[in-house]
């Protein structure tokens, strides 16, 4: 109950239509020769990786943990990821590359992933069933987020910023497959895509790519 309901304007109270959505069943697919210049945007010249493993560790969940580090493919960065390898099953490992959603760019850090809600909820029992699980730390997410980033991935809209920023996440992920192409206790030929919320939504771009 308002004190003054009569200092409240009808606007306040009148019915909110949500923004439409695509009707993607409508949509068709472009050419091939297209599509090869939408992926290209996301190609990058070979470079080191200079991985180098910061941290490994038995974590009380009962699976190791490992801190890793490499080189992003652009602006001379370094990508962080987290890799959590099953204890009791035999390498090479089947494992699933993680995509969090979009309260992962209002994070400032991500030491303590095992206890922010995605890892319990969506992750844990993958680890428990023997598959390893790569973690990255994306362009925007966590320590390498900023408030602009944020408010880029939050509401991507159609801008320049938004594309610049997708390319540079998609990278994160394909330098994180470069990476665990590296380990040879890690089945290159059984890696998988799984993403939540805003990882669910670019699992239509990044599979692609």
């Given amino acids: 109950v308002y004190p003054d309901s009569g200092s409240v304007p009808d606007a306040a109270f009148a019915s909110s239509h949500p923004s439409a ?3 993607h069943s409508a949509q ?62 035999p390498p090479p490992l089947q494992t699933v590359i993680y995509f969090p959603g979009s309260a992962s760019a209002f994070m400032s850090s991500s030491q303590d992933l095992e206890s922010y809600y995605e890892f319990p909820m969506f992750l844990s029992f993958l680890v428990r069933n023997g598959r390893a699980v790569l973690y ?46 590296t380990r040879p206790d890690i089945d290159r030929t059984r890696l998988a895509y799984y993403g939540m919320s805003w990882g669910g939504l670019l699992g239509a771009i990044i599979p692609a790519v």
């Fill in 136 to 181: 990255p730390v994306y362009k925007g997410t966590f320590e390498r987020g900023s408030p602009t980033l944020a408010a880029v991935a939050d509401k991507p809209a159609e801008s320049h910023a938004y594309t610049e920023y997708l390319v540079q996440v998609v990278r994160d992920f394909r330098r994180s497959v470069d990476y665990l192409e």
């Fill in 21 to 23: 959505l695509p009707d």
């Fill in 28 to 89: 068709r697919p472009v050419s091939d020769a297209v599509f090869r210049v939408y992926k290209e945007q996301f190609a990058y010249d070979p470079t080191p990786l200079n991985a180098r493993v910061e941290y490994r560790e038995t974590s009380p969940g009962g699976w190791v943990r490992e801190k890793i580090s490499f080189g992003a493919a652009y602006g001379g960065e370094r990508v962080l990821a987290y890799l959590f390898l099953p204890a009791n099953t």
